[in-house]
């Protein structure tokens, strides 16, 4: 079906080494939104964009987390160098605007070890 | 500050018994509350939201401002509602999303 397409689905990496991930939110849909899910827990935003311009990153980690929409469609998130405690599933969704339905892809499940 | 809770991690009934997922928020303002599930190896979607005041799927939940609370009900339970459920709210005029916790809600024959 038609959605948010994440990659990859799942990822094992060693401590230290970096990792990104991948989206491309439904056509159409200004607004991205990363968001990490530790297990356990409900997904916590990292960071919004609206088309290319960051909205909101006030919650990641920008010492070691980075992402990017450059032409405001697909977006790229990256973990440099990542830390036993990354380990989580990292949701990508998508919306057309305020207030409207967030769609979210099916997520990437990290494991850093 | 935004904050969801919901006190039950897991919440098992059988088949045709009533269900009630609770929800508490704290928010300063007027708020968007929803509610997301996500299904057996299946994507987070959503299920209602309160502005829209629906039924979906027999699912129903009311905004109670002076309880704080969102809790989602449906009279009978099927075995096909077993899944995980999350209450999240947004400020109105944005969409982000502060989720709580999570439920799993497990529906036994």
């Known amino acids: 079906e038609a959605g948010v397409a994440q990659s990859p689905r799942y990822k094992i990496i060693e401590k230290r080494q970096s990792v990104a991930f991948w989206c491309n939110p439904i056509?159409?849909?200004?607004?991205l939104y990363w968001y990490q899910q530790i297990l356990g827990q409900g997904p916590k935003l990292l960071i919004q964009?609206?088309?290319?311009?960051?909205?909101?990153d006030s919650q990641l980690p920008k010492d070691r987390f980075s992402a990017e929409r450059l032409k405001g469609v697909d977006s790229t998130l990256k973990i440099q160098p990542a830390k036993l405690e990354d380990s989580a599933v990292y949701l990508c969704?998508?919306?057309?605007?305020?207030?409207?339905?967030?769609?979210f892809g099916q997520g990437t499940r990290l494991t850093v070890v | 500050a935004q904050r969801v809770t919901q006190p039950e991690k897991l919440l098992s009934v059988f088949k045709g018994a009533p269900v009630e997922l609770k929800c508490n928020y704290s928010y300063s303002g007027s708020p968007e509350l929803f509610w997301y599930v996500q299904y057996s190896r299946q994507r987070l979607q959503l299920l209602l939201r309160h502005i829209s005041r629906e039924s979906i799927k027999g699912f129903t939940a009311d905004l109670n401002k002076g309880e704080t609370s969102f809790h989602l009900k449906k009279p009978f339970a099927q075995e096909e509602d077993s899944a995980m459920y999350y209450c999240a709210l947004s400020s109105r005029g944005d969409q982000k999303l502060v989720f709580g916790t999570g439920t799993r809600l497990l529906v036994s024959p």
């Open positions: 056509s159409g849909h200004a607004t």
């Open positions: 969704a998508g919306g057309q605007g305020m207030n409207t339905e967030a769609f």
């Open positions: 964009f609206q088309n290319n311009g960051v909205v909101d």
